[in-house]
T-cell receptor
Framework: AQTVTQSQPEMSVQEAETVTLSCTYDTSENNYYLFWYKQPPSRQMILVIRQEAYKQQNATENRFSVNFQKAAKSFSLKISDSQLGDTAMYFCAFMKRGGSQGNLIFGKGTKLSVKP | SAVISQKPSRDICQRGTSLTIQCQVDSQVTMMFWYRQQPGQSLTLIATANQGSEATYESGFVIDKFPISRPNLTFSTLTVSNMSPEDSSIYLC????????????FGPGTRLLVL
């Protein structure tokens, strides 16, 4: 069974600074995806960034980037130039590629507060 | 991507009653899921909604309590039956888009409070 661990329940960062959220996972699968989702107070789950396990290149989406270390089973999220709107819960998630088990396995989340 | 809508967005229900939540997707998708998010918690998978067959439930969730329908590839319903205060949660549906960029997208959620 897969597990996802987020060891930082809460973090804070000053506006315009950079913050890194940690995520580790455990799996025996070789083909999978990793995601970071953002959940603001509205409770909508918003996809932030996606990484395919077979790709060595780290994914980037504007101010968001990941550090994907497959051997170490680590998948951290870096947010650059933090903005007040980045304040939210952030969930790391694992999904097997293809097949019939497409559901996500979530970590417990990290609550990020961006301070002015 | 996929655009997903859910109805209702929120509801307050009495103990012992049932509520049906609808999930509509703007394109045909094979895989659709229902999750529960209890207050202050992460998301937990309730079941996989299978088109044309019975849903596949995760451990701890049963069909009598959470019956699911999936009449076609764009629509599903989740019913929360015989509700108790412990069922107060956010219920979210999600879909997996197929192809080279498999990704899972979520509906806006239904916030349920049971009194």
């Amino acid at each position: 069974a897969q597990t996802v661990t987020q060891s930082q329940p809460e973090m804070s960062v000053q506006e315009a600074e950079t913050v890194t959220l940690s995520c580790t996972y455990d799996t025996s699968e070789n083909n999978y995806y990793l995601f970071w989702y953002k959940q603001p107070p509205s409770r909508q789950m918003i996809l932030v960034i996606r990484q395919e396990a077979y790709k060595q290149q780290n994914a980037t989406e504007n101010r968001f980037s990941v550090n994907f270390q497959k051997a170490a089973k680590s998948f951290s999220l870096k947010i650059s130039d933090s903005q007040l709107g980045d304040t939210a819960m952030y969930f790391c998630a694992f999904m097997k590629r293809g097949g019939s088990q497409g559901n996500l396995i979530f970590g417990k989340g990290t609550k990020l507060s961006v301070k002015p | 991507s996929a655009v997903i809508s859910q109805k209702p967005s929120r509801d307050i229900c009495q103990r012992g009653t049932s509520l049906t939540i609808q999930c509509q997707v703007d394109s045909q998708v094979t895989m659709m899921f229902w999750y529960r998010q209890q207050p202050g918690q992460s998301l937990t998978l309730i079941a996989t909604a299978n088109q044309g067959s019975e849903a596949t439930y995760e451990s701890g969730f049963v069909i009598d309590k959470f019956p699911i329908s999936r009449p076609n590839l764009t629509f599903s319903t989740l019913t929360v039956s015989n509700m108790s205060p412990e069922d107060s949660s956010i219920y979210l549906c999600s879909v997996v888009t197929s192809g080279r960029r498999e990704t899972q997208y979520f509906g806006p959620g239904t916030r349920l409070l049971v009194l």
